[in-house]
């Protein structure tokens, strides 16, 4: 299991003020009731991708192997409704500092906004919408750069990976609902 | 891509055309790319069974048609850049034929916060607007339960040719949608809604022609060229990426979950001021009189654009705070006020509604006429607020002592209601206490 024994010395509750879920894999492990053999990251943009990276996650329904966790990459303008969504859905969630010093066996994103090259675990990135159809709008010096966006989120600060000329499809592709 | 490194493990893609554009774009992330399909479009497909389901939960009732209007975020959606065809969806289909519900973008709801969005869509909600939060999956629902949407370039546009849903254009932003995507099929192929031609022509023409449109046809399975596959294809890989045997139980798409059921009937105890389109067509085959009646929510009627209605009357029930509809009414129904009172409160009143039973209303005349009517056959639409609009086309026809029995066509779709009316003696007594056929409860 990845997640487990390689943490980067991050004590729990070190980040972000409060306590990491118990469910982490760098947590004890008599905290468990039960005991995943991996760990799942799904990766929260905003309430749009979180839509779809449920969807996608009923994959792993029913398997008590597989814990999954979430962690918003606090790069989208669009958080409000965010913390309401996580709440009303009991999603066990941990803050972007903890998921990026701490490795996965998975992270599932459905956006590429946000710093994803910091996470260390294979990442799976799938649309959020149906497909890829908005071009890639490039303007110098720009932060983030929303998957689908028309032209780009105002969101800075955080890259996306394909960001540039290598963006998947780049100029034809990009995702969006 | 990040700084020459690729970062992903894995792109997911929903239709081969993406890997053939991968190839131009990105060449490198070709062997990463994994097309699976849709698991958006497989769960609507596998929830169109159960249309009948979402459109009760929705509050659609037999014969009507649900309108969808889909927006995306931004400038050029339709919420930004084309909100007025929503005031005009709801004020051009008559509201008993039509019912009319808008799926959001979550970035357009929780980027002005869903307070604001309600508040600036609450005139059109009031007018039976259905306003679902955008974080749950009723637009998936809704989509099911459609007959018809209007949209943008977001991806309900795609999801619903996908499904097969006939439908226009409010805006396209062509700017942000990529030559040679699907959405950019699509917007070569969806009609655009025309800003003069009456709305419910363009939808009639959209469900007449676009069922056989084979260029709609090819565009709808851009969405996906998996179909049905997806959620096993994306386990497959998962499964793989984590080294971990995959179940062996199969993983299908599942029915989206009911809407949480929205009142069908309105949430205020008012209801809604009408502008009542009422007129006699020629007598059925059974020689009853016809009345064909289209009744539209007043509130979102802009002036000079009324080109949807011939000569309406103004249908309010006691109560009618807003002046506009109240210092107007032809039509006021009775809370339990005396006809005299509501006639001397309403100056341009000339008939007031008094319910006496679900089924059955007296008609006063302002000169002190008065008439009983009874639904004999009773759909759901059938109020007396109706059969106050269906005799008042009868007496504007025939004459003010008519009597009789009216057919009364509320929509082309819609089942029939019949009225039987008669004349009661002017200033009688009240009518819980008269004519017996009043008291009868359907």
Same mark, same amino acid.
């Given at each position: 299991?990845?997640?487990r024994g390689?943490?980067?010395?991050t004590?729990p509750?070190?980040t972000s ?6 469910a ?10 039960v ?11 905003n309430?749009?991708s ?9 994959v792993f ?6 814990q999954?966790?979430?962690?918003c990459t ?26 990026r010093g701490?490795?996965?066996?998975l ?18 990135g ?6 890829y159809?908005k071009?890639?709008h $490039? %303007? =110098?010096g720009? /932060?983030s750069? &929303? *998957? +689908? @966006? !028309? #032209?780009?989120?105002p969101?800075?600060?955080? $890259? %996306? =990976?394909?960001? /540039?000329?290598? &963006? *998947? +499809? @780049? !100029? #034809?592709?990009r995702?969006?609902r | 891509?990040h700084?020459s490194?690729?970062?992903?493990a ?13 190839r131009?774009?990105?060449p490198?992330?070709v ?5 699976v ?6 769960q ?17 009732r037999?014969g ?7 927006s995306?975020w ?9 909100a007025?065809?929503?005031?005009r969806a ?9 019912r ?14 869903g ?8 005139p ?5 607007l259905i306003l ?13 339960a ?10 309900l546009?795609?999801?619903?040719a996908?499904r ?6 409010a805006s ?8 040679g995507s ?14 003069s031609a ?21 565009a709808?399975?851009?969405v ?6 997806a959620?096993?294809?994306l386990?497959?890989?998962?499964y ?5 045997a ?5 993983v ?7 809407p949480?059921?929205?009142?069908s009937?309105?949430?205020?105890p008012l209801?809604?001021?009408?502008f ?6 020629a007598?059925?085959p059974?020689?009853?009189a ?11 009627q ?8 011939r ?8 109560g009618e705070?807003d002046?506009r509809?109240?210092?107007?009414a032809?039509v ?18 000339w ?7 679900h089924a059955?209303?007296r008609l006063?005349?302002r ?9 004999t056959?009773?759909?759901?639409w059938?109020t ?6 269906a005799?008042?086309a ?19 779709e ?13 200033h009688g007594?009240?009518?819980?206490t008269?004519d ?5 409860e359907?």
């Amino acid at each position: 299991m990845a997640g487990r024994g390689e943490s980067a010395a991050t004590a729990p509750g070190a980040t972000s003020g409060r306590r990491a879920h118990p469910a982490a894999p760098w947590m004890p492990d008599r905290w468990r009731t039960v005991a995943p053999a991996r760990t799942v990251l799904g990766v929260i943009h905003n309430v749009t991708s979180a839509t779809r990276l449920l969807d996608l996650l009923t994959v792993f329904d029913g398997d008590p192997r597989v814990q999954v966790l979430f962690t918003c990459t606090g790069s989208s303008p669009f958080e409000p409704g965010i913390e309401e969504f996580v709440r009303a859905r009991e999603l066990p969630l941990i803050s972007w500092d903890e998921a990026r010093g701490h490795a996965f066996d998975l992270a599932v994103s459905t956006s590429r906004g946000g710093d994803l090259q910091n996470l260390s675990a294979p990442i799976i990135g799938s649309p959020h919408g149906a497909g890829y159809n908005k071009t890639l709008h $490039r %303007e =110098p010096g720009a /932060g983030s750069r &929303e *998957p +689908g @966006a !028309g #032209s780009r989120e105002p969101g800075a600060g955080s $890259r %996306e =990976p394909g960001a /540039g000329s290598r &963006e *998947p +499809g @780049a !100029g #034809s592709i990009r995702a969006y609902r | 891509m990040h700084d020459s490194e690729l970062i992903p493990a894995a792109i997911v893609l929903s239709h081969d055309e993406q890997r053939a554009r991968l190839r131009q774009g990105c060449p490198q992330a070709v062997p990463l790319s994994h097309v699976v399909g849709d698991p958006c479009m497989d769960q609507i497909q596998a929830s169109l069974p159960f249309r009948s389901e979402y459109r009760a939960a929705l509050g659609v009732r037999p014969g009507q048609r649900l309108l969808l209007l889909t927006s995306t975020w931004g400038r050029r959606s339709l919420l930004g850049g084309a909100a007025d065809v929503v005031g005009r969806a709801l004020a051009e289909l008559p509201r008993d034929e039509f019912r009319v519900v808008a799926a959001i973008h979550p970035n357009a709801w929780y980027g002005h916060g869903g307070w604001q969005i309600r508040s600036w869509l609450e005139p059109y909600v009031r007018a039976g607007l259905i306003l679902p939060e955008p974080a749950t999956d009723t637009w998936k629902a809704a989509l099911c339960a459609a007959d018809a949407f209007l949209g943008d370039h977001g991806s309900l546009t795609l999801y619903a040719a996908g499904r097969g849903l006939p439908g226009l254009l409010a805006s396209f932003d062509e700017e942000s949608v990529a030559a040679g995507s699907p959405m950019a099929r699509l917007g070569a192929l969806l009609p655009r809604v025309h800003p003069s031609a009456p709305l419910a022509g363009q939808l009639a023409a959209a469900l007449r022609d676009q069922p056989d449109s084979p260029g709609l046809a090819d565009a709808s399975r851009l969405v996906t060229s998996r179909p049905g596959q997806a959620l096993a294809r994306l386990r497959r890989l998962c499964y793989r990426t984590l080294d971990l045997a995959e179940p062996t139980r199969p993983v299908v798409p599942h029915p989206v979950h009911l809407p949480p059921p929205v009142a069908s009937g309105r949430q205020s105890p008012l209801d809604q001021a009408v502008f009542a389109d009422a007129r006699v067509a020629a007598r059925d085959p059974a020689g009853r009189a016809t009345v064909l009646l289209r009744r539209y929510p007043a509130e979102p009627q802009a002036r000079g654009r009324r080109t949807h209605m011939r000569d309406p009357q103004v249908v309010v029930d006691e109560g009618e705070p807003d002046p506009r509809w109240a210092n107007v009414a032809d039509v006021v129904v009775s809370r339990g006020s005396r006809s005299e009172e509501l006639f001397a409160r309403h100056a341009g009143c000339w008939m007031v509604v008094e319910p006496t039973s679900h089924a059955a209303c007296r008609l006063r005349l302002r000169d002190g006429a008065g008439h009983i009517a009874r639904w004999t056959t009773r759909p759901w639409w059938a109020t007396p607020a109706v059969a106050a609009s269906a005799l008042g086309a009868c007496l504007a026809h025939f004459g003010d002592d008519w009597e009789g029995e009216v057919a009364v066509h509320a929509g082309d779709e819609l089942p029939l209601g019949v009225l039987l009316v008669h004349q009661s003696a002017p200033h009688g007594p009240a009518a819980h206490t008269t004519d017996p056929d009043v008291q009868i409860e359907y």
